[in-house]
């Protein structure tokens, strides 16, 4: 460059920053899109459009239980009630997955899926909230989608 030639500004500083600016306009880009994939497929199987709740509706839960577990079931705790000598193996893994073992800091919190033996009981009761459900099978999948729809949602 000669004293007579003015100075020609510099492009490569802005091609850089231009390129920069460019690869951190494609990083977010890609980042909300993963974000509003991965936020699809939270909802995937969800029915957004329903707000049925499971079972029917029940207001004497002190058929199937005495007054403690009646305060508990209204606390949010789920109340599955068996006939048999011993709670069907089933109904053991439903709690286990839910809830965990039988805790009664969880239970006071109302967050607890509680199995209760009742003579005379045919097949499986399970009351949730002001809900009943009904079922010949421990193994119905109807009781875990109940149980888990209606767990900690008491009424009081």
Known sequence: MTADQPAQPSHRGLRRLGGGLLAVAIGLG??????????????????QGTTAQPGVAFATP???????????????DVFVVYGGARAPPALVALRERL????????????????????AGTDGVVALGGER????????????????SQLLGGGTE
């Open 30 to 47: 890609a980042v909300v899109l993963l974000v509003m994939f991965l936020n699809s497929r939270d909802n995937a199987h969800v029915d």
């Open 132 to 147: 009943i459900l009904r079922t010949a099978d421990p193994a119905d999948p109807a009781l875990e989608q109940f149980a």
């Open 99 to 118: 809830s965990g073992p039988p805790d009664p800091a969880i239970e006071a919190a109302g967050q607890a899926v509680i199995l209760t033996r009742r």
């Open 62 to 76: 002190r058929d199937y239980l005495g007054s403690e577990q009646v305060r508990l079931l209204r606390a949010g």
